[in-house]
């Protein structure tokens, strides 16, 4: 029975090979509201994996984008089935043990910029449009990176950029950019901030 699970997960891992996932409930959620926040409240759950990558042969997770881990033999026991979606067609993992449905983002083993170019893609585009130029000139010229770190958002945030050169934080919400305190602290600041 061990060889056969083994021969499995080795098999599942082959299939699934240089994937990103996320939950089904976070997709949906960024794709709806184009919030970060939303996504993250959306997959809260405590048995629901902020993301999965298959890579050689192992499943890498992070919790909440602050602590990164690997998956043991006991919790690998997914499912691939492939959906259809308005004309597409979507690959879906699904953990047997919780039921929980995970959809591919990407076909990268760095999870990170996997994260990052589908938040780029589905939020920060939009949350860029809706703050006008006065954004564009505020960010231009500096190096911003998203901040996935789940620990730093509260209502009303839709998306957190950090620069490593001038160590600030900004972050999106209602259609504006604001300035905000140290990661730290994001949760307490942006109802007194006001915007740029």
Known sequence: MKKAFIFLLI?????????????MSAYKAICETHSYYEAITASNAEDTYTVLCIKDGEVLSNLKFHDAFKLGQKEI???FVQEESDGATLDILIDKNTDIKYIQISDSTDYYAAYDKFLTDNILAEAMK???????????????NIDKDQWHYTKGIDIILYSRETRQYVGFSDGKLYTLQDGDALEKVIARNTPL
Do not use: D, H, R
Not at 11 to 23: D, E, G, K, R
Not at 130 to 144: D, F, I, P, V
């Open 11 to 23: 098999f599942c891992c082959a299939v699934l090979a240089a994937q990103t996932y996320i939950p």
């Open 130 to 144: 809706n703050a006008g130029t006065g954004a564009k000139n505020y960010l231009s010229g500096k190096e911003w």
């Open 77 to 79: 026991n997914f499912s």
